[in-house]
């Protein structure tokens, strides 16, 4: 049986001083009654056994999980409702989810200490080694680095150390049940606070007890080590070496991609420190898309025509970012290997504007359109925000439909699988009937409907700061439903490219002054000095030719004193 649960009906009140030990509690709760069986025994005993700890120890618990990082000063544990954190801190050790005194590395260590500390700490080393007395941190750490430290207890590093650092030992542990809440680890413990103080809104999505990101304990264990790799990758680590330990390719399908994204990451690091071969492994293992065209991209920089010609030959481009990549190497490839030309497809040119005008601190889009707009054709700046927002309004059911493994909790700004291959094809039969609108003009009166009933509610697709009546109202008028069907399924073809590079004006006429191509509007990418169009800009504007949609490109050069 569905059931909706609110974000509202979840977060704790603010004016409970324990709140986020409510929030906290609620989390446990939910994996408890949905994801019983991918529980090890150790997290299933910490499930159990948090709730009978005394409740300032679970609210300093969950203090800690909450802040950054595993080590803290007990100092710094100081917390108005909880008190006393040492006595606080005693159960906490005495079940092993702390730990008293855990050895510190140099590093941790000054992450720790405050340069004043450190300087009592090392006072013999920093004599001994000849340093002022008004060594910088940095200078001081990579003298102590130079001379080699063993990880050693913080009483073992300065004996007079006036305060003791703490280890939280759960924080693996409640980083996968937060995965497994969340479906991912981009959102954490903050969106039950931002959802209390209604800085974020979340549709009510109903879905069943056994709606969940994961169906199996393998999975979460593969998001999680893919994760990991991707952190140490951030922090400096040799991506080639972070290659070898990359999972083979899981047989779940948004994991796989998981997969290759990272390996895609792997490969651009790799070849940014001219790791080369590294660079096309991991290009390779990672698939199509982008990671096939940097690896022929970086096969005819090393030379490599033939190979690169081969593989371009044998491509099957997935969608219209690779097609137009691949068309733009296979003619140079072919010059360099004396091959006859590929037919060349023409790109046509749209309307251009060119304009002289003064520099505007508001940016050069804000120019134009104070430049451009007459009281009976007003400009708006909407670049990305108007078209994909009509369509967010339009397609709310459809994109926010109950589907098994599309929400699984009450804080998601969009369905979970709204990246996936198969996002549209699953929701097809919806989405046509929502197009299916535009043929009679119901639209008009479903995007006023959902503009007024979802104002706020978060969403992939609408932006409300970037959305008024008038403008909703304008577009409404001028656009004709033709042309809204004509951008709404390109949208569909590729959600997550094709929200992107759409133009930044529109330009709305009056009843009998139209503008190009007998339409009431016409839209208008911006270009200030030196700027020029985009791949995914060039691919919208090829769209808006072949389906007769009005678009100008609008080149600005700065007046000169």
């Not at 403008?471 to 997550?496: C, N, S, T």
């Not at 929200?499 to 009056?510: K, N, S």
């Amino acid at each position: 049986m569905n059931s909706v649960t609110s974000a509202a009906a979840l977060t704790a009140s603010l004016d409970d001083p324990f709140y986020y030990l409510a929030n906290f509690q609620c989390v446990l709760d939910w994996v408890a009654a949905r994801h019983a069986d991918l529980l090890s025994e150790t997290e299933r005993a910490f499930l159990a056994d948090f709730p009978s700890l005394p409740r300032a120890c679970r609210a300093l618990l969950v203090r800690m999980v909450m802040r950054k990082g595993e080590h803290f000063r007990v100092s710094r544990l100081a917390y108005d409702e909880i008190g006393d954190s040492e006595a606080a801190l005693g159960p906490l050790i005495e079940a092993g989810w702390v730990e008293a005194a855990p050895p510190l590395t140099l590093d941790e260590l000054f992450r720790q200490l405050r340069l004043a500390e450190l300087k009592q700490a090392f006072a013999d080393e920093i004599a001994a080694a000849g340093l002022p007395k008004s060594v910088a941190k940095g200078a001081l750490h990579a003298a102590l680095a130079e001379r080699g430290h063993a990880p050693r207890r913080l009483e073992d590093w300065w004996p007079a150390a006036p305060d003791r650092v703490v280890r939280l030992t759960l924080m693996e542990l409640c980083d996968r049940l937060r995965l497994m809440f969340f479906g991912n680890l981009r959102q954490d413990w903050a969106e039950f606070v931002l959802a209390e103080l209604g800085l974020q809104r979340f549709e009510s999505v109903p879905f069943g007890a056994d709606s969940r990101a994961f169906q199996h304990r393998d999975e979460v264990d593969a998001y999680l080590a893919l994760h990991r790799l991707r952190e140490r990758l951030d922090d400096g680590e040799c991506p080639a070496a972070l290659a070898a330990e990359v999972p083979p390719a899981p047989d779940n399908a948004w994991l796989a991609a998981r997969r290759a994204r990272l390996l895609l990451k792997l490969g651009r690091e790799a070849e940014r420190r001219g790791e080369a071969e590294a660079a096309l492994e991991a290009y390779a293992a990672a698939g199509l898309g982008e990671a096939r065209v940097r690896r022929l991209r970086l096969l005819e920089r090393r030379g490599e025509f033939a190979l690169a010609h081969r593989l371009i030959e044998a491509a099957e481009p997935v969608g219209e970012a690779e097609r137009q990549a691949l068309a733009r190497l296979r003619p140079r490839l072919c010059r360099r290997l004396g091959l006859p030309a590929p037919p060349h497809e023409i790109e046509p040119a749209p309307e251009r504007l060119d304009l002289v005008l003064s520099p505007s601190p508001g940016g050069v889009e804000r120019a134009v359109a104070e430049h451009l707009a007459t009281p009976e054709a007003p400009v708006h700046f909407v670049e990305n925000a108007l078209i994909t927002g009509l369509f967010g309004l339009l397609c709310w059911e459809a994109i926010f439909a109950p589907l098994p493994g599309a929400f699984f909790h009450p804080f998601h700004t969009g369905p979970a699988d709204l990246n996936r291959e198969d996002f549209v094809a699953r929701r097809r039969e919806r989405f046509d009937a929502c197009l299916a609108q535009l043929d009679d003009g119901r639209h008009r009166e479903t995007i006023r409907a959902r503009f007024r009933d979802k104002w706020g509610l978060a969403s992939p697709f609408v932006h409300w700061g970037a959305l008024d009546e008038a403008l909703l109202e304008r577009a409404l008028a001028a656009i004709p439903p033709a042309h809204l069907r004509g951008l709404f399924e390109r949208l569909l073809d590729d959600p997550r490219a094709n929200r992107a590079g759409l133009p930044d004006l529109i330009q709305f006429f009056p009843e009998g002054e139209k503008g190009e191509g007998g339409a009431g509007y016409r839209l208008i990418e911006v270009k200030g000095p030196g700027d020029r169009l985009q791949d995914n800009q060039r691919r919208w504007l090829a769209f808006f030719h072949a389906h007769d949609i009005p678009v100008a490109v609008c080149h600005v050069c700065w007046e000169t004193p």
